[in-house]
């Protein structure tokens, strides 16, 4: 193996530990996984056999495969069994008193020349260094859960680490198929410190009252792109493990952004952590309903104010419901023009999307039924709303992305009764997925959005880690189908600056305020990498 390591004590073999031993057994190596008694050791060998076992299930690995992998590791409650070993990685949990008590029963069985490496997701790794007598051996090395089957791995060096030391641990990993991301010593590394930004502006976002949970989960998984929703992603986390990450990066970077939501300590002071106890942001062990279709006709509707390609993607995207369409606006192209059925007059549609171009709704000729829906990111909807006769019949209208199936919902204190409720029904009438929120900037998905991929930017800004391990990170370690800095060029620099300048001026929160080398490259119109 590259790193010279043959031989690697693993200690600590819960969910995680127990992984790590199992990628490196079946790397071939031979393996000492150590636990504090015989109960901690068994249910180690139970996770063990448990996760090889379900890979002979799917075909993905033989009996015979099986055997080898489980005989490359010897389980033991000794420590001094550690002693022959070149590289001992500590899996337990996550709390800095216990990973020093550890680290110093590592220095007095290991040898002097082994690497000593630590699992932690979110605690600093210098402050576990300085309590051996050799802070140059210590490294970090992030396996991600489940540790067999994602392919990042964080290695981290402190100021006092060889680089040797990082380079070998590197190698190793490397070796063993995944994808290192080599790095410095900063509270939740890349990935988590990305992540759970982001999953705590969910939840600060949900006690606020601007969305709903299911929306929230929803708007992120449909309109977002990703695998799972905040709140079902932190349930699957475990909220304590949440809270203990967000107070070691908010201890470090003392942004509110960080400062774990009061929502999410609650919850963990209850004993509510997610999956692992039945209940956190969910319940778990019962059925929810399944939500309503509709099955009433296709609406009519008027698309108006928009340039032709944006007024283009609107009318492809609801083209499909086989209701009436009118369009006020040139340039369309022949293909989209053939869904324009019902001419230029809004008069009598059930519902018109205003986009920015529209000089004022007020100027709209519409029935006293219709809905207005303004389309425009740039304003609040209540000040479009206020410059027309009917302020109770408008809400907000944001496509996230051009074309795709979700419609986020904004209503304003000025919007009627039901109305809000109207909009949704003659959303899901044109085969779209609708969410409500209140009328702030963003609406929900590029109010979580673009803070996340900003704050990608300032790492990237601050030289902590390059365009592509920062993408690597959140695509390998999260799951993610896109890194953030392969987003943001993918969005447009000048639409995450408009946006971020939108959020800031209505919290006046300077985390929230594009980071410079983002307002930069949008001014010169130059890609980040």
């Known amino acids: 193996m590259s790193g010279g390591f043959s031989r690697v004590g693993v200690v600590g073999l819960g969910t995680m530990g127990a992984g790590i ?14 636990e504090i008694n015989e109960d901690a050791l068994e249910r180690g060998r139970g996770h063990l056999e448990g996760s090889t076992g379900r890979a002979v299930k799917r075909g993905r690995l033989s009996e015979d495969g099986q055997r080898e992998i489980l005989d490359r590791i010897t389980l033991t409650t000794d420590f001094a069994d550690l002693g022959g070993c070149d590289l001992v990685i500590e899996a337990v949990p996550e709390r800095l008193e216990l990973k020093r008590k550890v680290f110093a029963q590592l220095d007095r069985v290991c040898r002097d020349d082994a690497v000593l490496a630590t699992n932690t997701s979110s605690l600093s790794v210098t402050a576990i260094a300085v309590g051996t007598s050799r802070p140059s051996k210590i490294v970090g090395v992030h396996f991600f859960n489940p540790a067999p089957v994602m392919r990042l791995v964080e290695v981290i060096g402190t100021v006092l680490t060889e680089p ?20 410095g010593d900063r509270a939740g590394f890349v990935a988590n410190r990305l992540l759970f930004g982001y999953l705590n502006q969910a939840a600060n976002m949900l006690e606020s009252g601007h969305a709903t949970r299911d929306d929230i989960d929803t708007a992120m998984k449909a309109g977002a792109g990703l695998p799972m929703g905040p709140f079902t992603l932190m349930d699957l986390i475990g909220l304590d493990t949440c809270l203990e990450v967000l107070e070691a990066v908010h201890a470090e970077s003392r942004d509110r952004r960080h400062a774990p939501s009061p929502l999410l300590r609650e919850l963990v002071t209850a004993g509510l952590l997610g999956r692992k106890t039945g209940r956190g942001f969910y319940s778990y062990g019962t059925t929810a309903p399944e939500p309503e279709q509709s099955t009433g006709p296709a609406p009519s509707v008027g698309v108006a104010g928009f340039d032709a390609a944006t007024a283009g993607a609107i009318i492809t995207t609801i083209a499909g419901a086989g209701g009436e369409i009118r369009h006020i606006g040139e340039g369309l192209d022949e293909a989209t023009a053939a869904h324009v059925t019902g001419g230029t ?25 219709t809905i207005l829906a303004v389309a425009d990111p740039s304003v609040p909807v209540i000040e479009r709303a206020m410059a027309t006769d009917r302020p109770a019949k408008v809400v907000g209208l944001h496509f996230p992305e051009a074309g795709g199936a979700l419609v986020e919902i904004a209503a304003t204190v000025a919007t009627g009764e039901g109305v809000a409720d109207r909009t949704a029904a003659l959303v899901s009438a044109l085969g779209l997925m609708p969410v409500r929120c209140r009328d702030r900037a963003g609406f929900i998905v590029d109010a979580l959005r673009f803070p996340y991929l900003n704050d990608a930017a300032a790492m990237l ?19 993610y189908p896109t890194g953030p800095i392969a987003d943001l060029e993918r969005l447009g620099l000048d639409r995450a600056v408009a946006v971020l300048w939108a959020l800031y001026a209505e919290t006046r929160e300077p985390a929230l305020a594009p980071t410079p080398l983002l307002d930069e490259h949008a001014t010169a119109g130059r890609p980040l990498r």
Not at 351 to 368: C, F, N, S
């Open 21 to 34: 031993a199992e990628v490196l057994a079946r790397g071939g190596l031979a393996v000492v996984g150590v």
């Open 164 to 183: 040797d030391a990082v380079r070998r641990v590197a190698a190793l990993v490397q070796d063993l198929g995944k994808t290192p991301v080599t790095i």
């Open 345 to 369: 007059d809004l008069t009598g549609c059930d519902l018109i999307i205003l986009g920015p171009g529209t000089p004022d709704p007020a100027d709209v000729t519409a029935g006293p039924d």
């Open 461 to 479: 800004g601050a030289g902590y880690a390059d365009a592509d391990s920062i993408d690597a990170a959140m695509t390998l370690g999260c799951g």
